[in-house]
């Protein structure tokens, strides 16, 4: 069973569109993530949910928009897509949500805005 | 300066030889420290993570902690091919998150 899931894995889309990511995990993890990978690889936060409640929002344009139904789910919702969101999506999770356990990531969707 | 901060390399090493990842951090507060791996295409996955001053060893992987110097390594001795990848640095202030650095590229010989 895949512990982290997220769907879809590739995204195509148009400037201007809104498109959403979702992401379910097994493992009864308290704390999830959204993470954005760009192109040279740096992983950047974007938030964090600990039991359904935010917990970090870094800079991220209000374009995005994290929810979390339950601790089990976050998805990630974005109006409006700019070339510049062209980058891999990381949804990740973790037992303990103050950074310092090991964190479970999906296997990415990975987002091309045309 | 970056927070956390890595040689991107390429870094190639024979097979057989030990490979040397080294991070070096900038908050000196900082608590934890985590080695990922991430093959091309594939979502990060843990590989060790070490709290204390000193070594920690899990098989072909020695976790190495410095705070004094503030620098944390990554030895994988006998290296295999199959170890090519990118290896992420990763950083807890105890704040809720972990600061990444931007990954060395490790690559294998045969």
């Known amino acids: 069973d895949t512990a982290v899931s997220q769907t879809p894995k590739y995204l195509v889309t148009q400037m201007g569109n809104d498109k959403s990511i979702k992401c379910e995990q097994n493992?009864?993890?308290?704390?999830m993530y959204w993470y954005k990978q760009d192109s040279k690889k740096f992983l950047k936060i974007m938030f964090s949910y600990n039991n359904k409640e935010l917990i970090i929002n870094e800079t991220v344009p209000n374009r995005f928009s994290p929810k979390s139904p339950d601790k089990a789910h976050l998805n990630l919702h974005i109006n409006s897509l700019e070339l510049g969101d062209s980058a891999v999506y990381f949804c990740?999770?973790?037992?303990?949500?103050?950074?310092?356990?090991?964190?479970?990531f999906g296997q990415g969707t990975r987002l091309t805005v045309v | 300066q970056k927070e956390v901060e890595q040689n991107s390399g390429p870094l190639s090493v024979p097979e057989g030889a030990i490979a040397s990842l080294n991070c070096t951090y900038s908050?000196?507060?900082?608590?934890?420290f985590f080695w990922y791996r991430q093959y091309s295409g594939k979502s990060p996955e843990l590989i060790m993570f070490i709290y204390s001053n000193g070594d920690k060893e899990d098989g072909r992987f020695t976790a190495q902690l410095n705070k004094a110097s503030q620098y944390v390594s990554l030895l994988i001795r006998d290296s295999q091919p199959s170890d090519s990848a990118t290896y992420l640095c990763a950083v807890n202030r105890g704040n809720y998150q972990l600061i990444w650095g931007a990954g060395t590229k490790l690559i294998i010989k045969p």
């Open positions: 990740a999770s973790s037992r303990s949500g103050w950074g310092d356990t090991e964190a479970f």
């Open positions: 493992l009864g993890h308290d704390t």
């Open positions: 908050d000196r507060g900082s608590q934890s």
